[in-house]
């Protein structure tokens, strides 16, 4: 295997075992377990979103965008989208109550871990916005980090040789 390949295998382990413990902690009430745990799990999905696109020479937003509405990849780019504004916009993950500034909490509607409902503005994001609220949005924690894990898997590259 090359080192692209396992890079890829070692990061697609990486999101599974994030995921594993974001659905574990989503069972207690300890509400920094959960935000730590998914703080993880969306760096794991980045870095398989970047394990991806990067060997395969895919740069830019509108070219990621359109590889990922055609085979099902939606919710990787909702997290990534999320991922990227809890980075560069100092989302926190540490405050405790509600919804706060978090990009999840306490469902308003019964027990549970959700992601909180956002709204992003930026053009060149609204795609990406849209499958937030579409495929992230209010939905438990670990759902949608699943489904960027059941894509990732899906696009597993071959070994060579």
Not at 94 to 109: A, I, V
Not at 114 to 119: D, F, N, R, T
Request: charged residues 20%.
């Amino acid at each position: 295997m090359d080192g692209t390949c396992e890079y890829y295998l070692l990061s697609l382990r990486a999101l599974e075992l994030a995921v594993q413990r974001v659905k574990e902690t989503c069972k207690g009430d300890d509400i920094e377990a959960a935000a730590i745990e998914a703080h993880f799990a969306l760096h794991a999905v980045y870095d398989l979103h970047e394990a991806y696109f990067q060997p395969r020479g895919i740069h830019g937003t509108a070219a990621k965008d359109k590889i990922l509405a055609a085979t099902g990849g939606q919710a990787v780019g909702a997290l990534s989208l999320a991922r990227g504004k809890r980075t560069h916009e100092l989302v926190t993950f540490l405050r405790t109550g509600g919804f706060s500034d978090r990009p999840y909490g306490m469902g308003p509607y019964g027990p549970g871990w959700i992601w909180k409902e956002h709204y992003w503005t930026d053009p060149k994001l609204q795609q990406r916005a849209a499958w937030y609220q579409n495929r992230v949005s209010r939905r438990l924690l670990w759902a949608p980090l699943d489904e960027a894990w059941m894509w990732f898997f899906a696009q597993c590259p071959q070994e060579n040789g």
